[in-house]
């Protein structure tokens, strides 16, 4: 076994899997809202702000980010299921 077995993964390979991470997270967020018959408006509401709360611990001083990336998405897809004006 050589050193390399036991190496640490480099902090931009950390970054870069917390942001499959979050890509994965929100993608999942997304169908469930898109696709469940039974959701309510307050659940999917519920899984938003929840989707937002993981992002920011993951990421605490991204909110602009977010707000940016993804929230325009989840806020589309909410007006188009709900019909939210």
Request: net charge neutral; charged share 30%.
């Amino acid at each position: 076994m050589g050193n390399r077995d036991w190496v640490e993964p480099s902090e931009g390979e950390q970054e870069g899997k917390k942001i499959r991470r979050l890509q994965v997270m929100i993608s999942m967020v997304m169908s469930v809202i898109g696709q469940d018959p039974n959701l309510t408006l307050e659940e999917a509401s519920e899984l938003v702000a929840g989707a937002k709360r993981a992002a920011l611990a993951m990421f605490p001083d991204k909110e602009l980010a977010y707000d940016i990336l993804y929230r325009p998405r989840l806020q589309r897809l909410m007006n188009e299921r709900f019909r939210i004006q």
